[in-house]
C-alpha cells in the first residue's frame, strides 16, 4: 500500500469506481431512511450523506478524463445523454407515483408532493449542482491545465466568500452549489497534476477525514455544528477528506468477495437512477397504508423496490438507446 505509485492508485480508482458508486448510493439511501433511529442506523444519519462528496470527487475525475478525450460539443452530448433521460424519466415517474395516490387517498396539506422542478428532477439540490458544474467544466479544465493551484485558490476563496455571507440552511439555496464545488475541483486537479496524487497526499487527506468525523462525532446535529465558523471548517475538512474516504473504500472493497463486489458494482451502474426515485419511494409506501410492515421491513421493502425501479428505468432507457 505504501509503495502504490500514482498510476497504480487511478488504476484502483478506475478499477472499483462503480463498486466505490454503489457502497455510497447505499449510504445515502441510508442516510436519507426515516424509519430507523438508533444504532446502528444512526451512524448513516449523521455521516451517510458523505457519499455525496464521494460522488462529486469521482465525478471531477471523469470529467477531466471526458474532456482529454472528445471535443467540447462530443462533451456535452455525452453528459445530456446520460443525465438528462434519467431525470426526465424519474421525475415524470416519480410524479405518476404521486399524482396516483393523490387520486386514492387524501393527503395532507402540509406534505407538498410535487413543486416546479419535479419532473425534471430539479427538486434535487445534486442535480442542480452536477448540471453546474458540468456546464462550467471546460473553463474549469481549461483554468486547470494553465494555472491549477490558482484555481483552487479562487474556488477556495469562492467557498470563503459563500460560507460567510451567503450560506443558508436552505438546500435550495445556491450556496449549496458553491460549497461543493471544491471537492469536485479537487477531484478534477487529482487527473489534471497525477503526480500529486501519493500516498502522502492520500495520508494528509486521511488526517483531514478524521478531523470531519471528530467534529460530527462532537457536535452531531446541534446547533452548533451548523454555526458558519464550523459548518465552514467541516465542509473544508470534508472536501479534503474525500480523497481518503474514496481510497480507503477501494482498499475495503479489495478484501472483499467478488460476489459482493459485483453486487455492489451493479448497483453502482445504475446509482443515479437509484439517487433519482429512492426518496419518493420512501415517502410513498406509509402514505399508501404500508405502516403494517415493521420499520426494519419498511426499509428493505423501500429499498429493494428502489432498486427495482432504478434498475427498470436505466434498463428501459438502454433499451430506448439514451444510455450507452
Same mark, same amino acid.
Given at each position: 500500500?505504501?509503495?502504490?505509485?500514482?498510476?497504480?492508485?487511478?488504476?484502483? $480508482?478506475?478499477?472499483?469506481?462503480?463498486?466505490?458508486?454503489? +457502497?455510497? @448510493?447505499?449510504?445515502?439511501?441510508?442516510?436519507?431512511?426515516?424509519?430507523?433511529?438508533?444504532?446502528?442506523?444512526?451512524?448513516?444519519?449523521?455521516?451517510?450523506?458523505?457519499?455525496?462528496?464521494?460522488?462529486?470527487?469521482?465525478?471531477?475525475?471523469?470529467? +477531466?478524463?471526458?474532456?482529454?478525450?472528445?471535443?467540447?460539443?462530443?462533451?456535452?452530448?455525452? =453528459?445530456?445523454?446520460?443525465?438528462?433521460?434519467?431525470?426526465?424519466?424519474?421525475?415524470?415517474?416519480?410524479?405518476?407515483?404521486?399524482?396516483?395516490?393523490?387520486? +386514492?387517498?387524501?393527503?395532507?396539506?402540509? !406534505?407538498? #408532493?410535487?413543486?416546479?422542478?419535479?419532473? #425534471?428532477?430539479?427538486?434535487?439540490?445534486? @442535480? =442542480?449542482?452536477?448540471?453546474?458544474?458540468? +456546464?462550467?467544466?471546460?473553463?474549469?479544465? =481549461?483554468?486547470?491545465?494553465?494555472?491549477?493551484?490558482?484555481?483552487?485558490?479562487?474556488?477556495?476563496?469562492?467557498? *470563503?466568500?459563500?460560507?460567510?455571507?451567503?450560506?443558508?440552511?436552505?438546500?435550495?439555496?445556491?450556496?449549496?452549489?458553491?460549497? =461543493?464545488?471544491?471537492?469536485?475541483?479537487?477531484?478534477?486537479?487529482?487527473?489534471?497534476?497525477?503526480?500529486?496524487?501519493?500516498?502522502?497526499?492520500?495520508?494528509?487527506?486521511?488526517?483531514?477525514?478524521?478531523?470531519?468525523?471528530? *467534529?460530527?462525532?462532537?457536535?452531531?446535529?446541534?446547533?452548533?455544528?451548523?454555526? %458558519?465558523?464550523?459548518? %465552514?471548517?467541516?465542509?473544508?475538512?470534508?472536501?479534503?477528506?474525500?480523497?481518503?474516504?474514496?481510497?480507503?473504500?477501494?482498499?475495503?472493497?479489495?478484501?472483499?468477495?467478488?460476489?459482493?463486489?459485483?453486487?455492489? /458494482?451493479?448497483?453502482? /451502474? $445504475?446509482?443515479?437512477?437509484?439517487?433519482? !426515485?429512492?426518496?419518493?419511494?420512501?415517502?410513498?409506501?406509509?402514505?399508501?397504508?404500508? /405502516?403494517?410492515?415493521?420499520?426494519?421491513?419498511?426499509?428493505?421493502?423501500?429499498?429493494?423496490?428502489?432498486?427495482?425501479?432504478?434498475?427498470?428505468?436505466?434498463?428501459?432507457?438502454?433499451?430506448?438507446?439514451?444510455?450507452?
Amino acid at each position: 500500500m505504501f509503495q502504490q505509485s500514482s498510476e497504480q492508485i487511478l488504476n484502483d $480508482f478506475s478499477k472499483y469506481r462503480s463498486a466505490v458508486m454503489g +457502497v455510497y @448510493i447505499l449510504s445515502i439511501a441510508l442516510f436519507h431512511q426515516h424509519f430507523l433511529h438508533s444504532f446502528p442506523w444512526n451512524i448513516f444519519h449523521y455521516y451517510g450523506y458523505w457519499g455525496v462528496d464521494v460522488f462529486l470527487l469521482l465525478s471531477g475525475m471523469g470529467m +477531466v478524463n471526458a474532456l482529454s478525450k472528445y471535443p467540447i460539443s462530443i462533451f456535452f452530448q455525452h =453528459r445530456i445523454k446520460r443525465l438528462l433521460p434519467s431525470c426526465i424519466f424519474c421525475g415524470i415517474l416519480k410524479c405518476a407515483i404521486y399524482l396516483l395516490i393523490g387520486s +386514492v387517498i387524501i393527503i395532507p396539506k402540509e !406534505i407538498d #408532493l410535487i413543486d416546479w422542478g419535479s419532473p #425534471l428532477s430539479l427538486d434535487l439540490w445534486y @442535480i =442542480r449542482a452536477i448540471i453546474v458544474y458540468y +456546464v462550467i467544466s471546460p473553463l474549469l479544465y =481549461r483554468f486547470m491545465q494553465h494555472a491549477p493551484w490558482m484555481t483552487i485558490l479562487a474556488v477556495f476563496i469562492l467557498f *470563503i466568500i459563500n460560507e460567510l455571507f451567503f450560506k443558508t440552511s436552505d438546500a435550495g439555496s445556491p450556496s449549496w452549489i458553491i460549497e =461543493r464545488l471544491l471537492v469536485f475541483c479537487i477531484g478534477m486537479l487529482l487527473m489534471v497534476k497525477k503526480k500529486i496524487l501519493s500516498v502522502h497526499i492520500i495520508i494528509v487527506s486521511t488526517i483531514f477525514l478524521i478531523i470531519a468525523i471528530f *467534529i460530527v462525532a462532537t457536535l452531531k446535529n446541534s446547533v452548533s455544528l451548523y454555526s %458558519t465558523i464550523p459548518w %465552514t471548517i467541516y465542509i473544508f475538512t470534508l472536501a479534503i477528506g474525500a480523497l481518503a474516504l474514496t481510497y480507503l473504500s477501494v482498499l475495503f472493497l479489495k478484501t472483499m468477495c467478488s460476489t459482493l463486489v459485483s453486487a455492489l /458494482n451493479w448497483l453502482g /451502474n $445504475f446509482s443515479l437512477e437509484i439517487y433519482l !426515485i429512492h426518496q419518493s419511494i420512501y415517502t410513498a409506501l406509509p402514505l399508501i397504508g404500508c /405502516n403494517w410492515c415493521p420499520p426494519f421491513g419498511m426499509l428493505i421493502l423501500c429499498l429493494i423496490l428502489s432498486f427495482f425501479i432504478a434498475y427498470t428505468c436505466k434498463y428501459i432507457l438502454n433499451i430506448l438507446c439514451f444510455h450507452k
